[in-house]
Structure formats: C-alpha cells, structure tokens
C-alpha cells in the first residue's frame, strides 16, 4: 500500500520568506502527484499537478517538483504572504485512487 | 464549469439515524470519488465510480456505507445506523481521466457530526 509522508507537519514563517515543503512517497509505480490547498472547513484547491514523466510544474510563486525514482516531491513557495497560510497537501495518484499524506500546516506572519 | 458540489454542507444527527450526502461533479467528468477526513488528517479514499460503475471500495466503507451514481451523473453516499466515530468531513471529488490523466478536483465537503 502507497503510503505518504509530509514534512514538516507545522511550519512558521515571516512574511517574504521563501519556503519548501516536503512529500514523500513509498511507491515509485505513480501516475501522477498533485499538491492540494486546504483552508480549515474547506474543500481542497488543487494547485499544481506533475505527471511521472516530468520533473516540475510551476504557478506564479509555486513550483512543485518530483524525483519519482527516490519517492519524493517538494513544493516550493516564494515570497510567501499572510494568505498562504493554509494547511498544504499531497496526493499521489496510483490505481484508482489518490493517497494523501496528513498535510503541512503553514503560518505566514505578517 | 460550477465545479464540484456537494450537499448538505453540514449535517448535525443523532446516532442511529441514517444519512444521505449528494455529489454533483464537474460535467462531462467521468470519474467521481468519495472520500473521508477527520481533524489534522488527510483525506482517506472511500471509494471511486467510472461512470455509473462501482470499481473500487476501500475496506473502510463498512456494510453501513453505500455509494450509488445512477446514470453516472451525480452520486450519493448513504450512511446507515450512523456511530459518533462517522463524524468527520465527507469529500466528493472528479476528474475526467485516469493514468497520465488530469486534474481532481474536489466540492467544499459535506461535515456530518453524529451526537
């Protein structure tokens, strides 16, 4: 079974700071791995997808890459702002379903 | 593109009582899937639909769950005899393909609290 770890679990940063959040994965034989916003009460917000066949994808201050051969993803914000505090997650698609890990609570103070 | 909506949004029972959560996905998506969250955990896979076809349950969806998408089109998920351990925030999810496919998308979640 897949299973999916991210860390930090918590994460604390001032404002403008530069930030990478880790994701990793047991299961090399992926389909794809989206990262996922999660404001509390929500739904998820998809922000980036990679196939397996890339190596990165990027949206504005988001840059998410994949190494599918050691297991790991990590999503890189820049310039961070109070807004992008939010609980940030990982899934891993293989077979019919998606594998999430627990997600990593970020706090940008401004 | 409304995107995914799921509903009710929150739903307080008492235990034992049966309820109902509704799903409608993105148009012309194919793929719907269902899935469950608890407080400080990431969402857990419930169960996935093609079409109007059932392809796969997770060991979680005890004989109390039952998920139906009838002409493919919306889906329900039924919750039979509910227990205070049901509580949590059910998620509804679509995409329109599988393997190198694309983006999933999820509804705003239905919150069931069981008293």
């Known amino acids: 079974k897949q299973e999916v770890t991210q860390i930090p679990a918590a994460l604390s940063v001032p404002e403008g700071e530069n930030l990478v959040l880790n994701c990793s994965f047991t299961?090399?034989?992926?389909?794809?791995l989206q990262w996922f916003r999660q404001d509390p009460g929500k739904g998820l917000t998809s922000l980036l997808l990679?196939?397996?066949?890339?190596r990165e994808q990027t949206s504005g201050r988001l840059n998410a890459s994949l190494d599918k051969s050691s297991g790991r993803s990590t999503l890189y914000i820049a310039a961070s702002q109070p807004g992008d505090s939010a609980t940030y997650l990982c899934?891993?698609?293989?077979?019919?379903?998606?594998?999430f890990g627990t997600g990593t609570s970020l706090t940008v103070i401004p | 593109d409304t995107g995914v909506s799921q509903d009710p949004r929150h739903k307080i029972t008492k235990r034992g009582q049966n309820v109902t959560f509704r799903c409608d996905p993105i148009s012309e998506h194919n793929r719907l899937y269902w899935y469950r969250q608890t407080l400080g955990q990431g969402p857990e896979f419930l169960t996935y639909?093609?079409?109007?076809?059932?392809?796969?349950k997770s060991r979680l969806l005890s004989d109390r769950f039952s998920a139906e998408r009838p002409k493919g089109s919306f889906s329900t998920l039924e919750i039979q005899r509910t227990e205070q351990g049901d509580s949590a925030m059910y998620l509804c999810?679509?995409?329109?393909?599988?393997?190198?496919?694309?983006?999933?998308?999820f509804g705003e979640g239905s919150w069931l609290t069981v008293v």
């Open positions: 990679i196939q397996s066949s890339q």
């Open positions: 639909f093609q079409n109007e076809a059932q392809l796969e």
């Open positions: 899934a891993v698609n293989a077979g019919n379903q998606f594998y």
């Open positions: 299961d090399s034989a992926i389909y794809n």
């Open positions: 999810a679509s995409s329109a393909r599988q393997g190198l496919g694309n983006t999933i998308y």
